[in-house]
C-alpha cells in the first residue's frame, strides 16, 4: 500500500489545481445541498401545515380554495354533521373567503398576495395562532394581520401599514402572526369588507373544520357525501396542503436535479483532466513506486484516492457553506393559486451526508480513467523517459 503521506504531498505540490478542482465540486455540493434544503421546507414547511384533526371543506370538483365557492347558508348544516367538535354547543366551523390582490414588491416588481377573510369565531376555531407583533384585528373593521413570512416583502405588510384593496378599500395592518408555513404568506381580514371589496357577498370559499379526533373525518366525510344537497367535498387539512404544494416540490426537485447533473458533469470532467494532468507530469513518480515493488493495484489505488480526497474537501465546504442558507427567504409562485409563498431552506445530517457522498462519486467517476492509465505506465519506460 503506498503511504498516504504521497497522496497528500501531491495535492499540496499542485495546489492551485487541487484548489480548483475542489471548488469546482464545492459549488456542485452548494447547489445540490441549496435545492434538497429548499426541497425539503416546502415538504416540511409547507405539507405538514395544519393540524390532524381539521378539515377543509370545499365544493365538489374544486382542487382549491379559489376555485371553490360554497352558499354562507351551508355553514349551519356542515356544523351538524357527525364528527364536528363544539364547544357550549357550538360547532367549531369557520367560514372563510380566499382571494388575491396584486400588490407592489419591496423591490418595485408586482405579485399576487393572498387575503383571507376571517369571521368573528376564526381565531376561536384556529386556536393555534400565536400573535408575534401588534395585535389582533377588531372584528368587523378595516384591521388587518399578516403572516410573519410575508412581512415587508410587498409594501405596505408591516406593522402599522396600509394595504390598497379595490373599491377604495384599505386595511391597515394592526398585527403579526404565526400558524404555520401554509398560512405565514396570508393577509388576514374581516370577510365582510373582503366580500364587499372582491364582489363575493353570500359566498365563501371554505370551511374550516375541527373534528372531535383525527378518526372521526371518515364519518364526517360520509355524513357530508350522504347530503347530496350540500354538494360539497372534504379533504384532511394536512392533505389539502400537500397536495398544494407537490407541484412546486415537484418543480423545485427538477429544476434542482438538471442544475446539479449540468454542474457535477462539468466538475467530473475537471477533476478528469486535472488527474490525467498528473499522471502526465508524474511518469517517473509513477515509475520509481513500480520500480519500488508497488503494483497496480496500489497505483490505481493511490490515484483514485487522491482524486476522492480532492472533491470529499470541495464537497465538505460546498455542504457547510449552504447551511446558512437556512436563513434565507424564498419567494415562490404556488401552482394552482398564482400567489406567492415564502419558504426557508431546510438544512438536515442527510442533507448534507448526500452531498458529501455525491462528491466522492464525483471524485471516483472523474479519477478512474486517469488512476487507470498511471497503473498502466511500464516501470521501464516510465525510468527511461
Known sequence: MI??????????VRRRTTGATAAGVGLVSFVLASTMMLSEGV??????SGEPDAAIVLRKSADNEFSSSILITQTATVGTLAGVRDVDRKPLVSSELVVSATMNKANGHRGNVQLRGISENTLGVRDKVQLVEGRLPTPGSNEAMIGERIRGRFAGLDLGGVINLRKERDLRVVGVFRLGAAYDSEVW???ELLR????REGLVSSLYVRLQSPESFASFESAMANDRRLGLQAVPERDYFAKQTEGTGKFVAAL???VT????TGAM???MITMFAAVATRQREIGTLRALGFSQVNVLFAFLLESTLVTLVGGSLGALLAVPMRFVKLSVMQLGSYTEAVLVFQPTPRILITALVCAAIMGILGGFLPAVRAALVSP???MRG
Do not use: C
Open 256 to 258: 434542482g436535479s438538471l
Open 3 to 12: 503511504p498516504f503521506r504521497y497522496n497528500l504531498r501531491s495535492l499540496l
Open 261 to 264: 447533473f449540468l454542474f457535477g
Open 189 to 191: 381580514a374581516d370577510i
Open 43 to 48: 415538504q416540511k414547511n409547507l405539507s405538514s
Open 269 to 271: 470532467i475537471g477533476a
Open 196 to 199: 364587499a371589496a372582491f364582489g
Open 380 to 382: 521501464v519506460s516510465a
